[in-house]
């Protein structure tokens, strides 16, 4: 049975960032500041791949991100190493569509095979929930380096 007050968080968590994203332009999504190691939107397609990993890997479940953009948004990856940029259009809409098919794919119960994921050692998600709970630290991880970005390209 879904756990409304997780889903409540989830969706505080995205609405705080897309209420965000609404101030940026296109133009500024894709500049790497001086400063910083990757653009906007860079943590947007890493956000919706990370977050189908912690959700529908745990699961053996199909990830609801395109294969391809493993290289392109691991941890560790940059802009600066892609041989062709993905399109904008496109990661803004796997961004939103990953976020509201999770939470569809929550309210089912397709996560209800959960096995438990190991992020480092000591710390395991043992449900789902946890992994979603996880999901909403690691967007405010990188809704604060949206931030930072937005700043450094205010400071120009």
């Known amino acids: 049975m879904a756990d409304q007050n997780i889903l409540n968080t989830v969706e505080l968590s995205r609405g705080y960032l897309l209420q965000i994203l609404s101030k ?79 939470i569809e794919d929550y309210k089912a119960g397709v996560f209800d095979g959960f096995k438990p994921k190991d992020l480092m050692p000591g710390i395991t998600l043992a449900n789902v929930e946890q992994a979603l709970g996880f999901n909403c630290i690691h967007e405010g991880v990188h809704i604060g380096t949206i931030i930072s970005i937005i700043n450094l390209l205010d400071a120009k």
Request: proline share 9%; charged share 20%.
């Open 24 to 102: 940026v332009s296109d133009e500024q999504m894709l500049i790497v500041p001086e400063g910083a190691n990757n653009n906007i939107l860079w943590n947007l397609g890493h956000l919706a791949m990370s977050h189908a990993g912690l959700t529908y890997g745990p699961c053996e479940l199909a990830s609801p991100v395109p294969e391809r953009y493993g290289p392109l948004f691991k941890g560790g990856s940059s802009p600066s190493t892609w041989d062709e940029a993905p399109s904008l259009d496109e990661v803004k809409e796997c961004f939103k569509a990953t976020h509201t098919k999770m």
